[in-house]
């Protein structure tokens, strides 16, 4: 589980650093949908909407992932970039693991 | 020591390959016995009332509710939709064979031509667009919700008779299968953990009811308000109490997790439309 965790941050954290380097047009798609926000905060957002869409697509979705995602989009309305990204992290790591969840043994064979 | 090491590995392979060519019957002896051996007293027929084979005192309740039971307007409602024509003159009975009666034990079918598992409510849908009427929502309890609630009641005391013939009928079962043994929600539950791997034990004051017998009594009326759930109704209630975001209802992942715990049940009598807490 703790491998689990340390992957999705990872994964979280390497996609958020890539995207400083190759993600100037997501960020100016973004900074236009919500101009005060940081660039970091509104690629944690994007990142965690497309996440959570995959997870959701997998049927292994966590309620608290969707959660964190909306506490994220919330937290865009109100510019707090901060928050966003707090959020935003939240909600990747949980549909990253709801994902790897799939992957578990069967239980119960 | 070679030859020791080669026969190990052949028959670890052997014993592989006989863990993959499990067959549905295999599986549902399997979880049937291992339900057998925790709880001789119950008998097999008993599996119908799930938890509440486990608790007299509950099974009474269940009984005193069940002698009048106070959704029987809601029945009465499934029972007018059930009997009111389509525009064109035919019923939901012209579209089944019997009229409708002792039907609902052979559903989930599984249908070679669509190579998709088809529920009673996709056939009951099925029925109503084939005759110019619009399909119901299969979440929408107030119609597909209580039409099922009175036409399975046709098929009360049949016995539960789930076929999986061919490869295509036998990938959807094990997709299902799958379903039913993965975990999900970020209270990492799996519905194989519950009731075939804790059957009988308490989680949150209820007893835990066994897979076989689960599929045999649905749609139910809950709680103390008399809800009415279909079976995948209550697939994604279940869903969200682990955590998980419910999938579509009558969505193929649950339509085929409905076929394999389908399944689990052949041999068992349906009785639909009962009181469950």
Not at chain 1, 61 to 68: C, I, M, R, S, Y
Not at chain 2, 42 to 47: A, S
Not at chain 2, 99 to 119: I, L, R
Not at chain 2, 264 to 275: C, E, K, M, R, W
């Amino acid at each position: 589980m703790n491998v689990l965790r340390i992957a999705a941050r990872m994964a979280v954290g390497g996609s958020l650093l890539l995207g400083g380097v190759l993600g100037s047009g997501v960020h100016a798609a973004d900074d236009a949908a919500n101009p005060s926000l940081t660039d970091e905060a509104s690629l944690a957002l994007a990142n965690a909407t497309s996440v959570v869409e995959k997870a959701k697509v997998k049927g292994a979705l966590w309620t608290t992932a969707t959660g964190a995602l909306t506490q994220a989009q919330e937290a865009a309305k109100k510019q707090d970039s901060a928050a966003v990204i707090q959020h935003a992290a939240v909600a990747s790591e949980q549909a990253f693991l709801g994902m790897a969840q799939l992957g578990y043994p069967l239980m119960g064979n | 020591m070679k030859k020791l090491i080669w026969l190990i590995s052949c028959l670890g392979c052997l014993g592989a390959v006989a863990n993959v060519q499990a067959s549905p019957e295999d599986d549902r002896r399997s979880v049937v016995q291992g339900v057998q051996k925790k709880f001789p007293d119950i008998k097999f027929e008993d599996y119908v009332h799930g938890a509440l084979a486990f608790s007299p005192d509950a099974k009474a309740q269940y009984d005193a509710v069940m002698t009048f039971p106070p959704y029987d307007a809601e029945i009465e409602k499934g029972a007018k939709l059930w009997e009111t024509s389509f525009k064109n003159g035919k019923r939901y009975a012209d579209c089944f064979p019997r009229s409708g009666k002792n039907v609902a034990g052979n559903y989930p079918m599984f249908d070679e031509k669509t190579k998709k598992v088809v529920t009673f409510e996709m056939a009951l849908n099925q029925c109503r667009t084939a005759n110019g009427e619009a399909p119901y929502k299969h979440s929408d309890m107030n119609t597909m919700g209580l039409l099922t609630a009175y036409a399975r009641t046709l098929s009360d005391g049949m016995r539960m008779n789930i076929k999986v013939e061919g490869k295509d009928a036998l990938a959807a079962y094990e997709s299902g299968k799958r379903f039913f043994h993965q975990r999900r929600g970020q209270l990492n539950f799996s519905c194989a953990g519950c009731h075939i791997s804790n059957v009988g034990n308490v989680l949150r004051t209820e007893y835990l009811s066994m897979a076989p017998g689960q599929a045999t009594h649905w749609p139910a009326f809950r709680g103390g308000d008399y809800s009415l759930f279909t079976l995948q109704r209550r697939y994604a209630a279940c869903n969200q109490m682990v955590r998980l975001v419910p999938l579509e209802i009558g969505g193929e992942e649950y339509n085929n997790l409905e076929y394999y715990h389908s399944y689990l049940s052949n041999g068992l009598p349906l009785q639909a439309s009962v009181f469950r807490k």
